[in-house]
């Protein structure tokens, strides 16, 4: 089995906010740049580590700007082509329809009942127009069925969420409610994760 080294993308103004991103095509703040250098300190310290070094893996992001905008800085810091790397749309954030761009206040005001619904089965709620947890799943297991060497991945919380339920790190309905920390890298290999910060 491939090893995951997975970046949540730096953060945003929306993120700063509080609001639901999903699709929305949001760039990085100034500390989302700053996260974005930490994770690629953190990978260089890693591979060295290993005994490996930068040009020994595949990277890939979701096709969203705020993972694209985290890859490039990365690599530039591991020293690589900041801009050779593939870009992946099974790795985009999951889809909240309707509520994206929302704060969950205003999601609560505006259709009440329906957050208390999601927070009782997040792996199968689907907000309208948008996905669930387990097509999130779904989506990214068939990537990562497909990937042949280790790969490090710039893209979003809600696939280290999926992952987390894929590779039974922890149950489905703790892994939807996880809190995935940005300037983190998080290491999946052998049915495990670390974190590193």
């Known amino acids: 089995m491939p090893v995951l080294y997975y970046v949540r ?3 945003t103004d929306f993120n700063v906010e509080g609001r639901l991103q999903g699709r929305r095509d949001t760039s990085l703040n100034a500390r989302g740049r700053q996260q974005a250098r930490a994770c690629g300190e953190i990978l260089s310290d890693l591979f060295a580590r290993g005994g ?3 040009e020994d893996f595949d990277y890939v992001a979701s096709p969203l700007q705020r993972a694209r905008e985290t890859m490039e800085i990365l690599r530039s810091t591991l020293g690589l082509d900041p801009n050779s790397y593939a870009v992946e ?4 954030e999951i889809s909240y329809g309707e509520w994206e761009g929302l704060t969950l206040p205003e999601i609560d ?3 009440p009942g329906l957050l ?3 927070q009782r089965d997040k792996w199968d709620f689907a907000p309208s127009g948008g996905e669930s947890y387990r097509e999130l ?3 990214i297991g068939e990537w990562y069925a497909a990937i042949t060497r280790d790969t490090v991945v710039a893209a979003h919380g ?3 969420r999926a992952l987390m339920a894929m590779f039974n790190v922890m149950p489905r309905d703790e892994a939807t409610h996880a809190h995935i920390a940005q300037g983190v890298v998080y290491v999946f290999s052998e049915g495990t994760m670390a974190r590193y910060a």
């Open 137 to 139: 799943a779904h989506r």
């Open 9 to 11: 993308h730096g953060e």
């Open 116 to 118: 208390a619904e999601r």
């Open 52 to 54: 490996r070094s930068a």
């Open 109 to 111: 005001a505006r259709m």
């Open 158 to 160: 809600g696939g280290v």
């Open 89 to 92: 749309d099974r790795l985009m």
